[in-house]
């Protein structure tokens, strides 16, 4: 139980074109999602936290105009890279939370490599 | 802030060596600490967790003990093998629906 899946596994777009990810619980209910990016060698940044049917939390120095996030389900979440750019590369990983699981564990997506040229 | 500190890689065994990898943690409440795994190519995978003060948590061989007098959630395991080459992070969450903090990863090597 508790799989959380991404599409695509890995994107390559050109440089002005935006991207969308997707994230979905597979076998629970998540009211609550993440979005983190990973450069490499280097530890998860939390992006922002998509809650269904709300408006997404960003982290201070994203932008909310660029990394737009619609959680549109309980097991629905998307990221769409808008007008992305080289620096945008990166490893895109969702988390979700369990709706029905009295506990705060993260069950992880497998990422979303992005390459922009 | 809440923060966490682990100790930097990559870390090289043997097979069958003992491992450990410190984890420190600073946070203003009383957090739930975890381990995350992160094997090559794929996405994070939950190690072990523990909620409370004295808590053991374990799998696969892996443990770890939350400390609150020392604010340390140290990873253990008493023989790695291959197939244990990874990364590990250390993490955080205080409050139920509170967001993850992470540590910045440990790379773990493993040789036959």
């Known amino acids: 139980g508790a799989v959380v899946s991404q599409h695509p596994s890995w994107v390559i777009c050109k440089s002005g074109t935006s991207v969308k990810i997707e994230c979905r619980s597979l076998?629970?209910?998540?009211?609550?999602m993440f979005w983190y990016r990973q450069f490499p060698k280097q530890s998860l940044m939390l992006m922002a936290t998509?809650?269904?049917?709300?408006?997404?939390?960003?982290e201070q120095g994203v932008e909310k105009d660029k990394f737009l996030i619609n959680h549109a389900s309980l097991t629905l979440s998307t990221l769409t890279v808008t007008s992305a750019h080289p620096e945008d590369s990166s490893f895109y990983i969702c988390?979700?939370?369990?709706?029905?699981?009295?506990?705060?564990?993260?069950?992880f997506g497998p990422g979303t490599r992005l390459t922009v040229l | 802030g809440d923060s966490v500190t682990q100790m930097e890689g990559p870390v090289t065994l043997s097979e069958e060596a003992f491992l450990t990898i410190n984890c420190t943690y600073t946070a203003t409440g009383y957090p739930s600490l975890f381990w995350y795994v992160q094997y090559p190519g794929e996405g994070l995978q939950l190690l072990l967790k523990a909620t409370k003060a004295d808590d053991k948590g374990s799998n696969k061989g892996f443990e770890a003990t939350y400390r609150k007098e020392t604010t340390s959630f140290h990873l253990e395991k008493g023989s790695v093998q291959v197939s244990d080459s990874a990364v590990y992070f250390c993490a955080l969450s205080i409050g139920y629906g509170n967001k993850l903090v992470f540590g910045a990863g440990t790379i773990l090597r493993v040789k036959s």
């Open positions: 998509s809650n269904e049917g709300s408006k997404a939390t960003y």
């Open positions: 988390s979700a939370r369990d709706h029905d699981q009295d506990t705060d564990t993260q069950y």
């Open positions: 076998d629970f209910q998540a009211t609550t």
